[in-house]
């Protein structure tokens, strides 16, 4: 029934069916498309909240699904010229690392432990191998003299010979130096080894060394603490920096060093000091007043130093060891002895300089200051005015070879110690030149000098001494210079009257008293070799007598004049039996000492 | 090597110009270092005085910041020429110059050439200054020049002053 009803619904309506489907369809469509658009603004909302819930469901699933996206965009990114991701990547890698380390220090041990173990123990292996070879080559040279020294070195130091072999073998090379003055940073001269590549720029290099130098120097003195840059360490290479005076060598090289190179770079500078000081303390910038070719002859010496010792091995194998030794023992002697002496002694006063230099740089006045050095012990002695010196200076001789005897005084120890010195010397040096000079110290610790002394020389020699000695002090000198009397009066034969012809010395003698007229006159008589000592006396005593009569004459206060006489000639007489003439006579000399 | 070295030190007060003189100087330079930790600089150059080529090693020494933190001088020492540079737009110019030269002459011979650069003078084309008490104070004192460093107004006059003097002594 229903089957015929539809076929008969299907003949009457099937079109009007068909186009009202169409319509619904086309309604439904509008309809959604409307809903579509609600759809998108509502899901919008809550797109979050559905990835959440579908990441919390199941995290794989989405995973999988975002994966293919990701990696196809990374790889595009990564293949691009884009930099952004290694930008945005990078300090997170850097931190990520830093943390990793942090918290999983084993296992980035053990990760990268397989890499690094192997680079390490190859560069081990290599370095073994090589110090095999030279620990060969010297077993080898079994008869050598160097042996024989390492075994007496090994039983004096009581270190083992396999220890001394490995240090000998152990050797650094030098590569380069450079020879600059110590002052402007400027290059003197630079040597470089030959099969080393020769560095760019070298008198950009020594004016660099020379700013990091000064610049170390200058803060560790205001540390206050004892030390000179002495070598600089990068890797596997260190610059040795050895100073004197004037200059610094500067000796780059590969490997450690060791005592025995330091040594010997010391020996080569004392060396080129000692042949050219003087041309390189003056050096201003000019190569030409440099003799290159001699300087760089002793400075290649560093260069060749080993390989020179493996040719004499060589030699010495070849002649019997022992009468060898002697004969070398015997020629080389003197020569080293006097090497040694003056070597020595470059090393003394380097010692002592660096000290004087240590002490000004502190600004620690130490007055009478002495430096002496015996047998590798140096030893200071002065005084210094307060405990904070006394203190700064034990800090700075901690732990050197220097005895420290500097004494803390106070002011008045030292005006007694400075009082004591000056009596002596004056006493001395009064008596010698039989002048007056005392000495007053003034509240500003200066030392002022006064007096009167007659001889130019006399007075430059005593203002010399007494700088020298007192250099630490102030010195004022208000010393007077006496003219000399140059001019005697002479007699004949046992006469003791004044001939008119000195009238013209008495006049002197009178116009000097009045303008020295703080001063007094001694007026000695003397006599000629002939005749009676008593007589004599006499004789002389009248001579100086009637000179004095004559000064008072012309208006001199007798209290000013002091006469002795002696039965002799003069002691400036060279030859008295023919000087007779010139014997008897009358001299002037001032009484200083006992003037007003 | 066979070329005359020679040292000068540029000195004065912080932010004068010191540095900018010498790159405008050894522009296209063939070295030009720089530490600024320790304070100072170095550069190289090389320069024709008549027959002589003369190689002038120019160090930048760090301006004082004020008279109590002055400059390590041990760098200026061992100098044979020296050039104070002088800012013309700041104040206390004669007194900073008495500093500079009273330390420089403080660790090098009295003889050494010095000459006094007024720098900036770009920003005052009209600056005057009388100096004659310095010159009568300081023998060695060749010339003071308006320099910019900006405009490259007298620094090649300034240093080739400078070093034809230094090849005098």
């Known amino acids: ?596 | 090597m066979n070329k005359k070295q020679k040292k000068i030190i540029l000195i004065g007060s912080f932010s004068v110009g010191k540095t900018s003189l010498i790159r405008r100087f050894v522009e296209n330079s063939f070295s030009d270092k720089y530490i600024s930790t320790i304070g100072m600089k170095i550069s190289k150059k090389e320069i024709q005085i008549k027959d002589e080529i003369l190689m002038l090693l120019i160090w930048d020494i760090e301006g004082a910041v004020n008279k109590v933190k002055r400059v390590n001088k041990t760098y200026m020492r061992g100098a044979s020429g020296v050039i104070i540079v002088s800012d013309i737009s700041s104040i206390g110019i004669k007194e900073d110059l008495i500093l500079h030269l009273e330390d420089f002459y403080s660790v090098n011979k009295q003889d050494i050439p010095a000459i006094i650069a007024f720098n900036k003078i770009d920003k005052n084309k009209d600056f005057s200054i009388d100096i004659s008490d310095i010159f009568d104070k300081y023998p060695s004192l060749l010339a003071s020049f308006k320099t910019s460093a900006k405009d490259s107004l007298n620094v090649e006059n300034m240093f080739t002053l400078l070093s034809k003097e230094m090849l005098k002594s």
């Open chain 1, 1 to 596: 029934m229903n089957k015929e009803f539809e076929k008969l619904r299907e003949l009457i309506v099937q079109k009007e069916i068909d186009q009202l489907d169409d319509i619904i369809l086309r309604v439904k469509n509008i309809e959604n498309s409307q809903k579509r658009d609600i759809l998108v603004k509502s899901l919008s909302k809550i797109i979050v909240e559905i990835l959440v819930e579908n990441i919390n469901n199941d995290e794989n699933k989405i995973y999988s699904v975002v994966h293919p996206f990701v990696i196809k965009g990374l790889k595009e990114e990564l293949n691009g010229t884009n930099d952004e991701i290694s930008k945005i990547l990078g300090p997170l890698i850097s931190s990520s690392i830093k943390e990793q380390v942090h918290k999983e220090k084993d296992s980035i041990v053990d990760a990268l432990y397989p890499i690094m173990g192997n680079m390490v123990s190859k560069y081990v292996t290599n370095a073994f191998k090589n110090m095999m070879v030279e620990i060969n080559y010297k077993l080898q040279d079994t008869l050598s003299t160097e042996i024989i020294q390492r075994k007496i070195k090994s039983k004096i130091y009581k270190i083992s010979e396999a220890e001394l072999l490995i240090k000998e073998s152990n050797f650094a090379k030098v590569n380069s130096i450079f020879l600059i003055h110590k002052e402007s940073g400027m290059l003197i001269l630079d040597a470089h080894r030959e099969d080393n590549k020769k560095i760019d720029e070298p008198e950009m290099v020594a004016s660099m060394l020379s700013a990091i130098k000064s610049f170390v120097n200058d803060w560790i003195s205001n540390q206050d603490k004892m030390s000179e840059v002495s070598e600089i360490e990068y890797g596997n290479s260190s610059i040795l920096i050895e100073s004197a005076g004037s200059v610094y060598l500067a000796v780059v090289i590969d490997g450690k060093s060791d005592f025995n190179l330091q040594e010997e770079i010391s020996f080569t500078l004392s060396k080129v000091i000692l042949n050219h000081a003087i041309e390189i303390s003056e050096y201003d910038g000019d190569p030409e007043t440099i003799k290159s070719n001699d300087i760089i002859k002793i400075l290649s010496t560093l260069f060749y130093n080993k390989s020179k010792n493996k040719n004499k091995n060589k030699l010495e194998n070849k002649f019997p060891i022992f009468s060898t030794i002697l004969l070398i023992f015997f020629i080389l002697t003197p020569l080293s002895w006097s090497g040694f002496n003056s070597y020595k002694e470059y090393l003394i006063k380097k010692a002592e300089d660096s000290i004087i230099s240590l002490i000004q740089k502190n600004n620690i006045k130490i007055y009478d200051f002495k430096i002496q050095t015996d047998n590798k012990i140096i030893e200071i002695e002065g005084i210094v005015l307060n405990q904070n010196e006394k203190d700064k200076l034990n800090i700075l001789m901690l732990n050197t070879n220097v005895v420290n005897s500097v004494d803390c005084v106070n002011y008045s120890f030292l005006n007694q110690y400075i009082k004591l010195q000056l009596n002596k010397i004056l006493f001395d040096y009064n008596n010698k030149y039989g002048s007056n000079i005392s000495y007053i110290i003034n509240n500003d610790n200066k030392i002022i000098l006064k007096g009167s002394i007659i001889d130019i020389n006399a007075k430059n020699e005593l203002a010399n001494y007494l700088n020298k000695i007192f250099k630490d002090y102030k010195l004022e000198f208000n010393i007077k210079l006496l003219p000399k009397f140059k001019d005697r009066i002479y007699f004949e034969v046992s006469s003791f009257e004044i001939s008119e012809k000195y009238n013209i010395i008495l006049d002197n003698i009178y116009k000097l008293l009045k303008i020295h007229n703080s001063y007094k006159i001694r007026i000695t008589g003397y006599t000629d070799i002939q005749g009676d000592t008593l007589f004599n006396k006499n004789l002389s005593f009248k001579r100086a007598n009637s000179v004095k009569t004559e000064l008072i004459k012309r208006g001199i206060n007798k209290k000013s004049i002091i006469i002795s006489f002696v039965a002799a000639p003069p002691n400036d007489i060279l030859d008295t039996l023919t000087q007779k003439n010139i014997s008897r006579c009358v001299a002037f000399n001032w009484e200083i000492n006992s003037s007003e």
